[in-house]
């Protein structure tokens, strides 16, 4: 059982940058997809960024490339989401997920473990 825990939500003016991290516990950290998802109120769940097991393959959701950069540090069990260029429609609570199966995957389906989120609010 992986347990994920994010944090470094909070507020932020629009242009402005924020890094959310998420650590894991329980699981072969490195053995797990991760990748980040994001849920505005009255939305669905959104994909917004995955990164393979070795950090070789990123991808990106079309509304955050250029703008958000994905990263893991396997000796420290985290997966980073760096996002610059903030813009108010990025306001969202942001969950990190870890998909066990090989391969990546942009669906929420496809993940078997997902934190409880963290709130990033952008200010126009």
């Known amino acids: 059982q992986v347990q994920l825990v994010e944090s470094g939500g909070g507020l932020v003016h629009t242009g402005g940058s924020l890094r959310v991290s998420c650590a894991a516990s329980?699981?072969?950290?490195?053995?797990?997809?991760m990748g980040w998802f994001r849920q505005a109120p009255g939305k669905e769940r959104d994909f917004v960024a995955v990164?393979?097991?070795?950090?070789?393959?990123?991808y990106y959701a079309d509304f955050v490339k250029g703008r958000f950069t994905i990263s893991r540090d396997n000796a420290k069990n985290t997966v980073y989401l760096q996002m610059n260029s903030l813009k108010p429609e990025d306001t969202a609570v942001y969950y990190c997920?870890?998909?066990?199966?090989?391969?990546?995957?942009?669906?929420?389906?496809?993940?078997?473990?997902w934190g409880q989120g963290t709130q990033v609010t952008v200010s126009s």
């Open positions: 997920a870890a998909r066990a199966p090989p391969g990546i995957s942009y669906s929420v389906s496809q993940y078997d473990y």
């Open positions: 990164i393979g097991r070795s950090a070789g393959t990123t």
């Open positions: 329980g699981g072969t950290f490195s053995s797990y997809a």
